[in-house]
């Protein structure tokens, strides 16, 4: 599709029917010339960006149905299926050069360094999974957290990766600590499915409910709401390469389109206001739940002198 803010001008550009079963995670390359695309069917399929030609294939690329795709770099990517096996592909080799299972469950998410050279996968059986990319082997497996690890980002200039949880609770690693997790944080959130980083300490959070969080790490706050899909679980987030637009899906069939470029000068003071549990959440934006027009309020460094 070719989106765009003016109301009528969306439009789709192309559809590609080569997957045999449901199309489980589409991403773009590098370059943003290339689409890749997994699927039930067990097979990965990069078509062209432009005309939505089919370039390359693997049909039987896994044992069992694939749920997630990775690029890394221009000729690599990481592969994720339900059985909990990941494989690592060289387009130039044309075939897998790391194979691994060693995690129970689906493989739901997968993050890399910015160096490309180690590999994070998060799985249904509630454990972090980390691979050497550079010597091609599997290094550790975290402990198991309580739930379904949905996702996982890397925050704080790499330093720190979160992962989500369905039981609604995002767990924290230190880089060279993956054993076990170093901070937990739990949401009011029925579940965390899908999670994006929009600066280096907020992340956007994807939920059962229906609503879009913002949630800023270390302090852990949840600022407000960026925006919703009423009662419809959020399956996907993505946020554009300037920052300024998040885009979600959800059950109810739709792509939206949010403003998050005040997000990042927002300031988050270690010291927390006492506040009444359970009241609603802050709206971030005139078109998110609630009334945000008193949410910055509290945020904001106290500067001013006081009144005699």
């Known amino acids: 599709y070719s989106y765009s803010c003016t109301e009528g001008e969306n439009r789709q550009l192309w559809s590609s029917g080569h997957h045999l079963k449901s199309c489980r995670d589409v991403a773009f390359s590098q370059d943003g010339q290339k689409l890749f695309t997994v699927s039930k069917d067990k097979s990965i399929h990069i078509l062209t960006v432009e005309e939505g030609r089919l370039e390359t294939r693997f049909p039987k690329a896994h044992s069992s149905a694939l749920n997630c795709v990775l690029p890394i770099d221009n000729h690599v990517f990481a592969t994720g299926d339900d059985g909990g096996a990941v494989k690592v592909w060289d387009l130039r080799k044309g075939d897998s050069i790391l194979e691994a299972r060693q995690q129970e469950e689906y493989i739901s998410a997968m993050a890399v360094d910015g160096n490309g050279k180690i590999l994070l996968t998060a799985s249904g059986d509630g454990t972090l999974g980390v691979f050497n990319m550079k010597r091609r082997r599997?290094?550790?497996?975290?402990?198991?957290?309580?739930?379904?690890?949905?996702?996982?980002?890397?925050?704080?200039?790499?330093?720190?990766?979160?992962?989500?949880?369905?039981?609604?609770?995002?767990?924290?690693?230190?880089?060279?600590?993956?054993?076990?997790?170093?901070?937990?944080?739990?949401?009011?959130?029925?579940?965390?499915?899908?999670?994006?980083?929009?600066?280096?300490?907020?992340?956007?959070?994807?939920?059962?409910?229906?609503?879009?969080?913002?949630?800023?790490?270390?302090?852990?706050?949840?600022?407000?709401?960026?925006?919703?899909?009423?009662?419809?679980?959020?399956?996907?987030?993505?946020?554009?390469?300037?920052?300024?637009?998040?885009?979600?899906?959800?059950?109810?069939?739709?792509?939206?389109?949010?403003?998050?470029?005040?997000?990042?000068?927002?300031?988050?003071?270690?010291?927390?206001?006492?506040?009444?549990?359970?009241?609603?959440?802050?709206?971030?934006?005139?078109?998110?739940?609630?009334?945000?027009?008193?949410?910055?309020?509290?945020?904001?460094?106290?500067?001013?002198?006081?009144?005699?």
């Open 138 to 308: 599997f290094e550790l497996l975290s402990e198991p957290q309580n739930g379904d690890l949905t996702s996982v980002v890397l925050l704080k200039r790499g330093k720190k990766v979160a992962c989500g949880s369905s039981e609604g609770t995002i767990y924290l690693f230190n880089w060279d600590g993956f054993g076990a997790a170093s901070d937990r944080f739990a949401l009011r959130a029925e579940s965390v499915d899908c999670m994006v980083p929009i600066t280096d300490s907020i992340v956007c959070v994807g939920s059962l409910d229906g609503v879009i969080r913002a949630v800023n790490i270390l302090p852990n706050r949840v600022l407000g709401c960026v925006g919703q899909h009423l009662g419809e679980p959020i399956e996907q987030l993505a946020v554009a390469p300037g920052r300024q637009l998040l885009a979600s899906c959800a059950h109810d069939q739709k792509v939206k389109f949010w403003n998050v470029s005040t997000l990042g000068g927002l300031v988050v003071d270690d010291y927390r206001k006492k506040k009444k549990k359970g009241g609603p959440l802050r709206a971030l934006s005139s078109k998110a739940v609630g009334s945000g027009e008193d949410f910055f309020a509290d945020l904001r460094d106290e500067t001013e002198p006081e009144a005699a």
